[in-house]
């Protein structure tokens, strides 16, 4: 589904901001279409501008296409079945192509400049008015000035990594407010972004924020500590460019504050531990399975969300029985197969029962089948699938009949080997390993998908190695959760209703360590491998078999300690931010940043997309290094009153 690219340009603050706001009990929100200087010189006007940032973080986090963008082409995901352009172009497979035109590059850069000129006109005009009236009752709350120079960091950082240099003058000066549309633009150095905004915002954001949101779910110090840390050890990475990865507008990697890429690991180190020590109201949930659990929604490990709720459509932030759009949350559907094609008999004869019933259920919701995970993924992120609790905790791996929920009374239903399952039975069953014994039929078979079977089970089964674009697990940690479904199907064509987790309280011991491997020194009981294995320890524990529907209370977490390599490099660290955060929207940062995409998504193994095709194949990407920054988004071109010799200079090279 191609969307052309809205014309808007980048300056102009007389767009529509959408200020529809997290949940009913959080932040009042009332919607304006436009914002002006006067406003901001008000508390009132201050905290609506501030929501709007929130409100804003829909339009990206929970966003298909965005989504897609961060996933899509890295050894976590290529494209499924139904794919159209917007996921075989970023697969970079040979199936399309990343262009300004083609790719969705516009769905970050269309959205987060009239963000960052909001924060613009808080800061600017705030800081005016507590200077102009210091000591009198007028003065605005620097906590509040500080969320939005938290959001302009947030922004410019999310540009800075995908685009390289980027315009801070947005038509009225560098970091100023612009009042009105401006036709032209002149991107900044990498080394500017961060030290002109990026960083100086973040350490504002870091003294001034409070330990405790105001709020639920607003920002606190410590998840500015968190990104502060992460900016420092992107910028250190960018620095050193271990592999000649080129940037735009061409600059040299240097630091305008005299700093090293070593110092700035160091400073990414003590940040991030700081941040451990004093972690205010956050911290590790016990076990990585309620991380994620949608009943558990907005625990003490989630620094910052994008909010959703079933109670209302306005505080939604869109439709409660129908989505596809931003601000709807439908990222999780992009992975989700159609497994309601999935059949069983009546009378074992003719299998046309739809036994597993699209429903709004974590381990199920809405089928797109535009993305799937690679049988690598599968296979070597998620080896360890007896003692680390991630995969049963990320993936949906067995899908449970659900027939008598839509309306079919049938107590049983015949299902694989003419074997009798029942309401909330397995009817299939993605196998942990691969089994031999396994048969699959040619074509389509009774399962309709081209399932196996296996001696003596009742549910159809599918090998490791014969996941394919057609058929896959499901990622059951984005899959939607309502408490309205009457014991019935539910919604489950609307957006999900969940919060869209966007930073962990988890991340800090990442960053930690992979700042202790690129050589900052380290403080006692605190080493790469030390940070690395408190996060494999918890991995270790669990307290239910998700997949297997029953309590389990074990503790593996010895074994996954003694299980953890004596010596921690980048390409562990990699590997276990993907177990941590499959699908989360990480993946393609993380390669970026560590200049590590070609040499770890190069090439991946998946099956075909016709059922019954569970034939691996060795796929082969093509990443030169141009593409490690995306390409200006073709509107943005068009709406500029440049010459076509300035634009092409405007656009990254290769595009």
């Known amino acids: 589904m191609k969307r052309k690219y809205i014309k808007s340009l980048i300056g102009a603050a007389v767009l529509t901001m959408f200020l529809m706001g997290c949940s009913s009990d959080i932040l009042n929100e009332q919607p304006r279409s436009i914002y002006t200087p006067d406003y901001f010189k008000t508390q009132a006007g201050v905290q609506g501008g501030v929501t709007s940032l929130y409100a804003n ?18 050894d976590e995901a290529t494209y499924a079945q139904s794919a159209d352009g917007n ?12 262009t300004g035109s083609t790719s969705r590059t516009d769905a970050l850069w269309g959205t987060v400049f009239p963000n960052i000129n909001t924060a613009n006109g808080i800061i600017e005009n705030a800081e005016a008015v507590n200077l102009a009236k210091a000591g009198t ?5 620097s906590s509040l000035i500080a969320e939005a120079r938290f959001f302009r960091a947030f922004d410019y950082f999310l540009l800075v990594q995908t685009f390289g240099g980027v315009p801070l003058d947005l038509g009225a000066g560098e970091l100023k407010f612009n009042t009105s549309p401006s036709r032209s633009s002149v991107r900044n150095t990498v080394p500017e972004v961060y030290t002109k905004t990026i960083f100086p915002d973040l350490i504002k954001a870091v003294n001034d924020l409070p330990t405790t949101g105001r709020l639920t779910g607003a920002l606190t110090k410590t998840v500015a500590r968190l990104y502060l840390a992460k900016a420092y050890l992107t910028y250190g990475w960018w620095l050193q460019n271990p592999n000649n990865i080129p940037t735009y507008p061409d600059c040299a990697r240097t630091d305008p504050n005299q700093k090293t890429a070593a110092q700035y690991f160091q400073m ?34 989630i620094l910052l969300y994008a909010d959703h709720t079933q109670a209302n459509e306005y505080y939604n932030g869109g439709s409660l029985t129908y989505g596809g759009s931003a601000p709807d949350n439908f990222a999780g559907w992009m992975m989700t197969w159609n497994y309601t094609n999935i059949r069983s008999s009546t009378d074992g004869i003719t299998y046309t029962t739809s036994s597993v019933q699209r ?6 919701g809405r089928p797109w089948t535009r993305m799937c995970p690679t049988i690598g993924a599968i296979t070597n ?21 659900n027939w008598k929920k839509g309306g079919n009374t049938a107590a049983t239903l015949i299902n694989a080997n003419g074997l009798s399952v029942a309401n909330g039975d397995a009817i299939l069953t993605f196998l942990n390993a691969d089994d031999p014994a396994v048969v699959y039929p040619s074509g389509a078979g009774n399962s309709n ?23 896959y697990p499901g990622l059951w940690k984005l899959g939607p959760y309502r408490t309205d479904n009457a014991a019935g199907l539910g919604q489950p064509n609307a957006g999900s209703t969940r919060p869209f987790p966007i930073a962990k309280f988890s991340e800090l011991y990442f960053i930690a360590a992979e700042a202790a491997v690129k050589g900052a020194a380290t403080i006692a009981g605190k080493s790469a491998k030390d940070l690395i294995n408190v996060i494999r320890a918890r991995a270790g524990v669990w307290r239910f078999d998700n997949n297997g529907n ?13 299980a953890t390599p004596a010596t921690i490099d980048i390409n562990y660290i990699l590997a276990e931010r993907s177990r941590e955060y499959y699908g989360e929207g990480y993946r393609w940062f993380d390669l970026v940043r560590t200049q590590t995409w070609a040499s770890i998504a190069g090439t991946y193994q998946i099956c075909g997309a016709a059922n019954g095709d569970h034939t691996m194949v060795t796929v082969t990407r093509t990443i030169p290094n141009y593409l490690y920054l995306r390409p200006i988004p073709q509107g943005q071109l068009d709406g500029m009153d440049m010459t076509d010799a300035d634009k092409a200079v405007y656009q990254n090279p290769g595009y």
Not at 137 to 141: F, G, L, Q, V, Y
């Open 57 to 74: 973080l829909r339009n990206l986090y929970g966003y298909a296409y965005y989504y897609n963008t961060c996933e899509t082409g890295t």
């Open 87 to 98: 996921f075989k172009d970023m697969d970079l497979s040979g199936v399309g192509s990343v």
């Open 359 to 364: 429903e709004a259920e974590q381990h199920l």
């Open 550 to 562: 029953v309590a389990k209370a074990v503790d593996n977490s010895a074994a996954m300690i003694t």
């Open 137 to 141: 009752a007028d003065t605005i709350k």
């Open 268 to 301: 990414a180190y003590d940040m991030a531990t700081t941040a451990i020590a004093d972690p205010g109201p956050f911290g590790l949930v016990a076990t990585y399975y309620d991380v994620n659990l949608a009943s558990n929604d907005r625990n003490k490990e």
């Open 449 to 471: 998908i081209g399932a196996g079977v296996l001696p003596g089970r009742a549910d159809y089964v599918v090998n490791p190695s014969g996941i394919s674009r057609l058929a």
């Open 381 to 401: 992120t998620f080896a360890d699938k007896t003692n680390d609790s991630r995969y049963d905790g990320t993936f949906t791996t067995v899908y449970r009949g």
